[in-house]
């Protein structure tokens, strides 16, 4: 699946890219945003992520344009959660609205379910997998044999960055980002406090060293 992503802010577009390309999707990020139809056209994408606010022209008139001649799905991304900004979008043509600053997990959930309606897109699981534990993202627990613990969001987002690096150092940065996003307002001691209740938990259930600690980098699965 190709999604490409209408969006200026480099940060933000990094974001995304980085998470949906650990999903197994294809990105693209548009190279001439005077010429956004013709990067489409090109590039033949199964959902667009379209900022509102663009150099050039908005996010509504490249929306309308790709209307006249492609369903394609949109998911418009937008600073302005005002009622009528979403049903401008709507009327525009777009699939679903998600408010700045995004929450990752929900983004991917609505890409994912744009695409199943658009596609009749399977995902092929909702658990990630290391060893004899599973991450289950839909029910927020990690399950093992005999073994169900329920996670907050945060600890599913810790879980889920450490899963994907299968064993490699997840960067301390990388985690902060993963969570919350930004790492404007969030320190070391935020991460540190979260992982130590999620230690705590997994104590519990005979898995005090399932994650590990690289001083001055990050963290991983023991193995």
Not at 9 to 28: M, P, R, V
Not at 106 to 119: D, E, G, M, P, S
Not at 171 to 177: G, H, T
Request: hydrophobic share 40%.
């Amino acid at each position: 699946m190709k999604i490409l992503i209408v969006e200026d802010d480099q940060t933000l577009f990094q974001l995304l890219a980085n998470e949906l390309n650990q999903w197994g999707y294809e990105t693209k990020g548009v190279e001439n945003f005077n010429e956004v139809y013709q990067e489409v056209l090109h590039f033949q994408p199964e959902l667009i992520l379209m900022d509102v606010t663009l150099p050039y022209y908005n996010g509504f008139y490249w929306t309308e344009k790709i209307r006249q001649h492609s369903k394609v799905p949109i998911i418009f991304i937008s600073s302005h959660s005002e009622s009528m900004n979403i049903v401008q979008a709507m009327q525009y043509g777009a699939d679903d609205y998600i408010v700045k600053p995004i929450d990752i997990a929900v983004t991917r959930a609505k890409i994912q379910a744009v695409l199943r309606r658009a596609y009749d897109y399977v995902v092929e699981s909702d658990k990630l997998a290391y060893k004899n534990l599973s991450l289950n993202l839909a029910a927020c627990k990690l399950e093992g044999q005999d073994i169900s613990i329920d996670l907050t969001r945060t600890e599913l987002l810790i879980l889920e960055c450490l899963f994907l690096a299968k064993g490699d150092i997840a960067k301390r940065e990388s985690i902060i980002e993963h969570c919350w996003q930004s790492d404007q307002f969030i320190d070391d001691n935020t991460l540190a406090v979260n992982m130590t209740r999620l230690r705590k938990k997994l104590t519990k259930v005979g898995l005090s060293d399932f994650i590990m600690t690289k001083k001055g980098v990050g963290y991983y699965l023991h193995e």
